[in-house]
């Protein structure tokens, strides 16, 4: 019975420093210069998705940095909520961003800053793509 008992507690360790080890977090993000080049593309049908960033700092638990080029008359998804909080920043075109229930115009040079888990989304209302650049995070 002790036999038993002492290889479960041995499995059960060992099981459990093996998932630990696997959730461990990632290598902070180190000090970068990028081109539009280096984000990471995923081609959506509402446009590019671009990663550029993604991981923690050294006073983040999480940041991503990407930017969407959105093709005339779509949205990327509907309003939604997430922990981290977010800055949109509209380099071209024109849209409406939604934001806590409230809609506003958006051009080149708007930004919009949500806190965390209040509702926000975009949606490109003109002919042209309306490209913006995100900024997510998590703080520590």
């Known amino acids: 019975m002790i036999d038993q008992l002492n290889r479960r507690t041995a499995l059960q360790t060992l099981a459990g420093g093996l998932l630990l ?5 990632a290598a902070e993000i180190q000090d ?3 081109s539009r080049d280096d984000g990471r593309l995923d081609a959506q049908p509402f446009g590019d998705l671009r990663v550029f960033l993604q991981g923690q700092t050294v006073g983040l638990k999480s940041l991503t940095f990407g930017s969407l ?3 005339p008359g779509q ?5 939604h ?6 800055i949109m920043l509209i380099t071209e075109g024109h ?9 506003s115009k958006v051009g ?5 800053y949500a806190d965390s ?10 002919d042209a793509p309306l490209t913006f650049y995100y900024f997510k995070w998590i703080g520590k």
């Open 69 to 71: 080029e959105l093709k």
């Open 32 to 34: 970068a210069v990028l």
């Open 81 to 86: 909520q997430h922990a981290e909080e977010e």
């Open 75 to 79: 949205s990327p998804h509907a309003p």
């Open 108 to 112: 080149p040079g708007s930004i919009m």
């Open 21 to 25: 080890r696997s959730a461990a977090p």
């Open 95 to 103: 849209g409406e961003i939604t934001l806590s229930g409230k809609v």
């Open 117 to 126: 888990n209040h509702v926000h989304g975009i949606v490109n209302t003109s």
